[in-house]
């Protein structure tokens, strides 16, 4: 018999119970054929214990494994800049002044492995998902503005070079930079990572950028390229050098996912700003580069950042797995009023992120809490691997669409549908303005004296242990951009290269100093 609290016979409010229910009564001992004899088969609540807990880490993700999240929700200021939004977009949750939508951000480095310090140098993920009321939108990003590469077919070459070598799992610069040698649209990216823009010192002083080009649309079906960019606003931004960020490793792991949770508990709620960037939707042959290049800044000069709204992150998570590391972002989760462009990372990256989570996470990842929308969801999508409930339909015998006999019927266009127009070969074939190195050239010279010697410094440890004809290539990469940030690269490397005395490496020049060390160091010991 049950208790009016769902409760069975014997059961408290704190009863310790397995997935069917079943009160456990003794969670210390599995059932043996007397106190020392052998296990038997039919010990239910150990395999069922056991075996979910072999199968409890989902396949940790590829890139941005190691995250931390929050929940918390977007303001719209109800104009983009000083215009009337809807100018621009027709997108809702933007256009009413102080609506606000509910959002669950994760942050994450994006080559480490779950377990990966938060000091490391690499891009951080700046991931937001908006539970609007006409569904999600996933603002999928990084902190820094810019990426290494512009076309999607080259990102798996890309994230192996940066993972460790494949026979001895170690990580090693000079696979990095042996695909980044062959790489120059990489430069720009090269010259934000290894400068103090690499390691923020945390994630609440960070920025975000979708890195991608995106459209709005508005009731017209007239677009606009866009850029979004998350600019903190009371919390400021603050970086590291690599020297600060080794003490903090020495001691912590883990010190930005406690930065996070710490600040939220405490009540100093962390909050960005959402601006963007707006370029018509053309050529434009007045710029030295394709305004579609993820390895390019649109100067603020020509398209000022407009404010649009701030978020607010005020809850942490109640259960990391369930929440942080369940969540799944997708670049093409968009809503009405926001559509793609021609961008050919964004294009890649639409159809990976959404087929990462189908794998990763399940079929049907999204009916997960997390994950689901906060409105009506009604599909004729049915079973697969861990479906718990069916969508919403008039008829539950009718599972497909056009039906006369209850099934679900398509939905009223609202707004005249966004059509670009094509007309051109297809082709595989590079942009025509690569401009590899001008930005380049540009940021080192707005680095201040002390983010300069900090990027040389990180450079030339980096590419010390590298091959000679990656280190000139590198350094002609360099020098293209700015004569001053070759020369020293060129410099500092050839002094480094006189001081090493080993030849050969299998780490970071750092790692294998420190291998050599341990050889020498600690206390022998005798068996026991």
């Not at 104009?79 to 669950?104: M, S």
């Not at 696979?175 to 945390?202: C, K, Q, Y």
């Not at 989760?333 to 990763?360: A, C, H, I, N, P």
């Amino acid at each position: 018999m049950e208790d009016n609290n769902g409760r069975g016979t014997g059961e408290s409010a704190n009863s310790l119970t397995n997935r069917q229910g079943h009160p456990v009564t003794d969670n210390q001992n599995i059932r043996t054929v007397g106190n020392r004899g052998p296990s038997t088969l039919e010990n239910y609540d150990f395999i069922e214990k056991i075996s979910h807990f072999d199968r409890e880490r989902v396949p940790e993700r590829v890139v941005h494994a190691r995250g931390a999240g929050a929940h918390g929700f977007f303001e719209a200021y109800g104009k983009v800049g000083n215009e009337d939004i809807a100018k621009y977009t027709r997108a809702k949750l933007f256009q009413e002044k102080g609506k606000r939508t509910p959002v669950f951000v994760r942050f994450s480095t994006v080559a480490g492995a779950m377990e990966s310090p938060e000091t490391e140098r690499d891009p951080r993920g700046f991931a937001v998902k908006f539970y609007t009321e006409d569904g999600n939108w996933d603002l999928v990003g990084n902190n820094l503005k810019i990426f290494f590469i512009r076309d999607a077919m080259k990102f798996p070459d890309m994230i192996h070079a940066f993972k460790p070598d494949p026979v001895s799992n170690l990580s090693n610069p000079e696979r990095m930079f042996d695909f980044l040698s062959r790489t120059p649209e990489a430069t720009h990216m090269v010259t934000f990572l290894f400068s103090p823009w690499g390691i923020p010192a945390n994630y609440r002083q960070m920025q975000g950028s979708g890195v991608n080009t995106y459209k709005w649309v508005n009731k017209d079906g007239e677009a606009v390229l866009i850029k979004y960019h998350w600019e903190p606003l009371k919390q400021g931004i603050k970086n590291l050098t690599q020297k600060e960020a080794s003490q903090i490793q020495a001691k912590s792991v883990s010190h930005a996912t406690q930065d996070l949770y710490e600040a939220i508990e405490n009540g100093d709620y962390p909050e960005w700003e959402l601006c963007v960037q707006i370029m018509s939707d053309d050529y434009h042959p007045e710029l030295d580069f394709d305004p579609l290049d993820d390895t390019k800044l649109w100067p603020t000069d020509k398209f000022p950042f407009l404010k649009v709204g701030k978020m607010v992150l005020n809850k942490n998570p109640e259960n990391y797995f369930n929440e942080v590391e369940q969540a799944a972002f997708g670049t093409g989760v968009l809503v009405d009023g926001l559509d793609f462009s021609d961008d050919k990372m964004l294009q890649g990256r639409t159809f990976s992120y959404s087929d990462t989570q189908r794998y990763r996470v399940g079929t049907n990842y999204l009916q997960l809490p997390i994950n689901a929308p906060k409105k009506r969801v009604a599909t004729n999508q049915r079973g697969g691997q861990m479906s718990y409930h069916v969508d919403s339909g008039q008829n539950p015998h009718v599972n497909y669409e056009p039906s006369v006999i209850g099934g679900l019927k398509e939905a009223e266009q609202v707004g005249k549908v966004h059509e670009p127009h094509y007309n051109d070969k297809l082709v595989r074939e590079k942009i025509d303005r690569t401009n590899d190195f001008g930005q380049a050239g540009d940021t080192y010279r707005n680095f201040e004296d002390w983010e300069r010697e900090e990027l040389i410094s990180n450079l030339v440890d980096a590419l010390k242990v590298c091959r000679p004809e990656i280190q000139n290539k590198m350094i002609e990469y360099f020098t293209n951009a700015d004569e001053d940030y070759g020369k020293r690269i060129s410099d500092g490397v050839a002094k480094a290269v006189e001081m090493r005395k080993e030849t050969t490496h299998t780490s970071s020049a750092a790692a294998d100093e420190a291998t050599n060390k341990a050889q020498q160091m600690g206390h022998e010991a005798d068996p026991y």
